[in-house]
Nanobody, 124 residues
């Protein structure tokens, strides 16, 4: 049974930090990149970062580059998203995802597996 279980979301003030975690199981993780999408209220799902399984190459959306850092612990089958200097526009539901592709594409319409999502609301 495929599972991607996110944790770490919650209310945070602008300028603050959060670390999201996603524990993956039930599929051949060596064959998959892991990463994150987010969906803000009234907007489409945005691919914000991914990391490959073999050499840990990463990809970031321009909107988060320099503020967010993705990492992966293959021994724990877990991917992390460290989010710093959070802004009100980062308010969204954050989804963990798994797909064989990352560097060439990180597209919500192509993702194989999804987590259930974790909310990251920014306080005003």
């Amino acid at each position: 049974q495929v599972q991607l279980v996110e944790s770490g979301g919650g209310l945070v003030q602008p300028g603050g930090s959060l670390r999201l975690s996603c524990a993956a199981s039930g599929f051949a993780l060596d064959d998959y990149a892991l990463g994150w999408f987010r969906q803000a209220p009234g907007k489409g799902r945005e691919g914000i970062s991914c990391i490959t399984s073999n050499n840990g190459n990463t990809r970031y959306a321009d909107s988060v580059k320099g503020r967010f850092t993705i990492s992966r612990d293959n021994a724990k089958n877990t991917v992390y998203l460290q989010m710093n200097n959070l802004k009100p526009e980062d308010t969204a539901i954050y989804y963990c995802a798994a797909d064989p592709f990352c560097l060439s594409r990180w597209d919500f319409s192509e993702v194989d597996y999804w987590g259930q999502g974790t909310q990251v609301p920014l306080s005003s």
